[in-house]
C-alpha cells in the first residue's frame, strides 16, 4: 500500500490521474504504475492508461516520480566509438528496451582520449541523476568499479567479464577458431588473416583474440602462418578494401581470408573484384559480427546479434532496479547476484566461401 501511495504522489495532481483512471477503466495505482514505466503493468493496461492520459493531456511528473521512488528513470551508456556499426547496432537496442520501459539513456562517448574516458568513469557516472550503467567493450579497472558499485549502481559490462558486474558476452576465441576451422574443411591451407590495428587492443583486445584463434587453428591443422598474409586494419570497410589490396596485389596470394570483423570482410571482397577475382571461386572470405551488409556480399560470417546484445543488457538492469525496489529504495539492501552469459550466435553461412581453386 505504501507504494501504491508514492507512485500516486509521483504526478501531477491527483485528481488529474483519477480522471485519466476512470477513463481507462483502472485503477489509479495501475495508471500510476503505467504512466512511471513501471514493469509490472500488463500491456493492455498501459496501451489504455496511456490513452486516456493523452485524451485528457495528462502529463506525468517524472520529477516527482524519481522523488517517490528513488530513481531517475536514466540509465548511462558508455561507449569507446558510436559511429562503428557494433557499438551503434548495441546503442540501438539499449535505447529501444529502455524507451519501451519509460527509461531515458544518457550516452557517453569516450572515443580513444583518456582525460575524457577518466572524466566519464569518475565524474559523470558518479552524478546522481543514473540509476545504472553500461559500459561496452571497455575495461574498468577495480576501483572505478568498487566506486560505481558503493553507491548502488548496478553495472553491466558487454564484450567481456568485469569483475563485480553482470557480463554479456560471446565467446570470441572459440567462435574465431570456428570461422577459421570452416576454410579449412573446404581444403584451404593458404589462408591469411585481416586484423585489428594495434590501437583496438586496448580494452578487451578483441583483434589480438580473434588472431591468436587463427593462429592457434592453423597450427593445429599443421598449417603454417605467413607474416605477409596476416594484415591489420581499423575494422571499417574503407580500412579493410586498402589493407586487403596490399595483400591480394602481391605475386602470391592466399586462397582464403578470414576478416576479424564484417566490415572488413566486406572490404577484402571489394578489393578483390579490383583484382579481378572472384568471390568464393578465386577466393573465399568470412567475416564475424553479422553486419547488415554481409547478405548483400553473401558474406559468410558468425552473427552475434549486437542490437540483441544491448537489449539483454538494457532488459537486465531494468530487471536489477525492480528487484532492487522490493528490497529498499534504491538497492539499499544490496546489489542481486551479478549474472555472467554468454550471448548465443549463429553461424551464417552464404556465397562467399567454397572450396580453393583447383
Known amino acids: 500500500m505504501a507504494g ?10 491527483l485528481a488529474g490521474i483519477k480522471e485519466v483512471a476512470d477513463r481507462a477503466g483502472l485503477s489509479i495505482a495501475t495508471v500510476s504504475r503505467a504512466l512511471s514505466g513501471k514493469a509490472n503493468v500488463s500491456a493492455k493496461s498501459r496501451q489504455l492508461a ?30 569507446p566509438f558510436v559511429h562503428r556499426w557494433y557499438f551503434s547496432s548495441v546503442l540501438e537496442g539499449v535505447s529501444t528496451t529502455l524507451l519501451d520501459a519509460g527509461y531515458d539513456l544518457t550516452l557517453y562517448n569516450v572515443g580513444d582520449q583518456p582525460e575524457r574516458r577518466h572524466s566519464v568513469l569518475n565524474d559523470f557516472l558518479l552524478r546522481k541523476r543514473l540509476d545504472a550503467v553500461i559500459a561496452v567493450a571497455l575495461v574498468l579497472s577495480e576501483a572505478e568499479i568498487k566506486q560505481l558499485l558503493a553507491i548502488h549502481r548496478p553495472i553491466v559490462g558487454i564484450g567481456g567479464a568485469l569483475a563485480g558486474a553482470s557480463t554479456i558476452r560471446i565467446d570470441d576465441a572459440r567462435l574465431a577458431r570456428m570461422a577459421v576451422d570452416h576454410l579449412i574443411s573446404l581444403g584451404h591451407t593458404r589462408i591469411a588473416h585481416l586484423t585489428g590495428d594495434p590501437e583496438l587492443n586496448r580494452d578487451f583486445k578483441l583483434p589480438g583474440i580473434r588472431q591468436r584463434s587463427f593462429e592457434t587453428a592453423m597450427k593445429a591443422a599443421g598449417l603454417s602462418v605467413r607474416p605477409e598474409w596476416q594484415v591489420s586494419a581499423d575494422f571499417t570497410i574503407q580500412g579493410a578494401y586498402a589493407s586487403a589490396r596490399r595483400l591480394l596485389g602481391t605475386a602470391e596470394r592466399p586462397t582464403a581470408v578470414f576478416a ?93 566461401t567454397a572450396v580453393p581453386p583447383v
Open 4 to 13: 501504491d501511495r508514492s507512485e500516486q504522489r509521483a504526478v501531477v495532481g
Open 50 to 79: 496511456q490513452a486516456a492520459a493523452e485524451e485528457l493531456g495528462f502529463v506525468p511528473s517524472y520529477h516527482a516520480a524519481s522523488l517517490a521512488s528513488g530513481r531517475n528513470h536514466n540509465v548511462g551508456l558508455v561507449v
Open 260 to 352: 576479424a570483423s564484417d566490415e572488413m570482410g566486406i572490404g577484402t571482397i571489394l578489393a578483390a573484384r579490383d583484382f579481378g577475382l572472384r568471390v568464393p571461386q578465386d577466393l573465399s572470405v568470412i567475416g564475424m559480427d553479422g553486419h547488415e551488409l554481409g547478405e548483400v556480399f553473401g558474406l559468410t560470417t558468425i552473427d552475434q546479434d549486437a542490437r540483441g546484445q544491448g537489449a539483454l543488457a538494457a532488459q537486465l538492469l531494468l530487471e536489477r532496479l525492480d528487484a532492487g525496489a522490493k528490497q529498499g529504495a534504491r538497492l539499499s539492501s544490496g546489489v542481486p547476484a551479478t549474472v555472467d552469459r554468454e550471448y548465443p550466435t549463429e553461424f551464417v553461412i552464404r556465397t562467399s
